[in-house]
């Protein structure tokens, strides 16, 4: 008897059947000059901000203006999970990789949504991360994935088959060290940032060689004894300072320098238990991409109070500023300030409140914020939870626009409260906390340790700005919060969603809505775009479920 191929596909078993289809699916290998080069070939997306200048801006543009409103959800993605799902995906010639939480990886048909294979990882049992159980992405290089787990480790895992390569353990989970980032492959390294700023930990960022999982480099946000910038701590404060690291960070290949935001110092709210501008918390970091070693840095927030990480994302772009060739550095901060740096030197060149600003009156010609201390049980602006946060911004070159995601919100300063004692893997928040009525603690973290913001006045604004002069453009208002990333397009659209549930697309030019989706649930990451066979798709993490959406 003759079987047909299509009939003998019908007889094989599941397992074996995705076993035979995989080869015909794989992507080609993502060499570094491709990773280069990512933003040159649209088609697909190659690294968690779509490209090493982390501008989550694609050159695709079948999806316009015109016919937007045509777009219809062509597949979802069930996550087998139900943890916070903040995954942006990453596309690879026609198949994608996605991370459900806390630490598994999924192959999919790009055009179709078939699962090819599932790599799932159990996290060591005990403190899992500040932040809970989040997965942001992976890394790609050659034909292997990288991806940072909850409790610590650093794994490969061949893009082939779903088989763990390798498994590096970057610190020590008991002592609440963890990762929730997307890493970021530069040439031949991983390099990866630790969470846990809220427990103790020193920060640090670190690389590691992609063959064979090794240390190549490691710096600390805190400098030890002897080490510039250590004096900013008092006494042994350094020990247990924060300083995480752990949103990803931006590469400019023709300085060779890495750069990453660095996250509050600790404890959070005790400062006077660190007296000192307690560097390098709160700051950018610029790092030789083959050593580790800091080339400069630049401190948002010193001696911060009020627990405004800078784990926001840098978004590099070459532009002329006073009418010369400039290479800079966008940066809209938690603060509620915007910057403007000179990413090449560190130099300051633009701050503006992009929001309701009162814990600073403004900056110096430095940079550095003018305090204007606010008493226990004042009203803070931003609060805590900031005026922006981790969830990645875009900026156009078409419409020369800076756009994000912001919280309008306030919060109440908090008594410093009694000196607290680090133990390891226990809450480092400090202070004395009395919530006045109408406000809502962070999700996630205990209401007796933390700042609050007032529900009935916090809503989502998503913003354009000119970075030229930090003014805004126009604004687009939500009636909830958003902790959605935005993601611009060649045909001058963007698209954001929020925690009301609606994935949107704007006029990136005027902010008009031109079509909108309910999703059903909260957009926690940020979006992203693809072509497969010469169709686009547009994809975004919600609620439990990834949803990708084309024209009809």
Excluded at 308 to 335: E, F, H
Excluded at 479 to 486: A, E, I, K, L, Y
Aim: charged letters at 15%.
């Amino acid at each position: 008897m003759t079987v047909t191929r299509r009939a003998l596909f019908a007889l094989l078993p599941l397992a074996l059947l995705q076993f035979v289809l995989i080869p015909h699916a794989l992507p080609a290998q993502v060499s570094s000059e491709r990773l280069l080069h990512s933003a040159d070939e649209p088609r697909n997306w190659l690294t968690y901000s779509g490209a090493y200048s982390s501008q989550r801006y694609s050159q695709l543009k079948q999806v316009g203006p015109g016919n937007v409103k045509d777009l219809e959800m062509k597949w979802v993605f069930q996550a087998q999970s139900l943890l916070s799902f903040s995954a942006t995906p990453l596309v690879v010639d026609g198949v994608m990789y996605v991370t459900q939480a806390p630490n598994d990886i999924v192959a999919l048909d790009a055009k179709m949504g078939r699962i090819f294979w599932t790599y799932h990882y159990s996290p060591s049992p005990g403190r899992l991360c500040c932040r809970g159980s989040v997965n942001r992405g992976v890394a790609i290089l050659g034909d292997t994935l990288f991806m940072a787990t909850v409790d610590a480790h650093l794994l490969a895992i061949d893009a082939k088959s779903g088989r763990l390569v390798w498994n590096t353990k970057v610190a020590e989970a008991s002592a609440a060290y963890g990762m929730t980032l997307a890493p970021l492959v530069v040439k031949n390294k991983v390099v990866v940032g630790v969470a846990g700023g809220e427990y103790g930990i020193r920060g640090f960022i670190a690389a590691y060689d992609a063959v064979s999982g090794k240390e190549s480099w490691r710096f600390y946000t805190i400098p030890g004894p002897g080490e510039p910038g250590h004096d900013t701590w008092s006494g042994d404060s350094w020990e247990h300072g924060g300083a995480p690291a752990w949103i990803t960070g931006s590469y400019d290949p023709d300085l060779n320098l890495i750069y990453w935001g660095t996250g509050n110092p600790g404890p959070d709210f005790n400062p006077q238990q660190r007296s000192g501008d307690n560097l390098y918390s709160d700051s950018v970091v610029a790092l030789d991409a083959d050593t580790g070693k800091l080339k400069w840095y630049f401190q948002f927030t010193p001696h911060d109070g009020y627990d405004y990480d800078a784990t926001q994302i840098p978004v590099l772009v070459d532009a002329n500023w006073n009418g010369s060739a400039r290479k800079l550095m966008y940066w809209g901060n938690r603060n509620g300030f915007f910057y403007v740096l000179d990413r090449a030197s560190g130099q300051f060149l633009l701050g503006k409140p992009f929001t309701n600003v009162n814990w600073a009156s403004g900056l110096d010609d430095h940079g550095r914020p003018i305090l204007t201390p606010q008493p226990s049980g004042a009203t803070i602006y931003p609060a805590l939870l900031g005026a922006t946060n981790w969830y990645s911004p875009s900026f156009s070159p078409r419409t020369g626009l800076f756009y994000m995601s912001t919280w309008q919100n306030y919060g109440m300063a908090l008594a410093p409260g009694d000196p607290i004692e680090y133990k390891e893997g226990q809450n480092y928040m400090g202070g004395k906390f009395s919530a006045p009525e109408g406000t809502v603690g962070m999700p996630g973290m205990q209401r007796g340790a933390i700042n609050t913001w007032h529900e009935g006045n916090a809503h989502g604004v998503v913003m354009a700005l000119d970075p030229q002069t930090g003014e805004k453009k126009w604004t687009f208002e939500m009636h909830d919060v958003t902790t959605s990333g935005v993601l611009t397009t060649a045909s001058d659209l963007l698209f954001v969603g929020g925690r009301e549930g609606f994935f949107q697309a704007l006029d990136a030019r005027t902010g008009a809505l031109l079509w909108k989706a309910n999703l059903g649930g909260e957009t926690a990451a940020g979006p992203m775009t693809y072509e497969v066979d010469g169709r686009q798709y547009i994809a975004i993490a919600a609620g439990h479920s990834l949803f990708v959406f084309g024209l009809r």
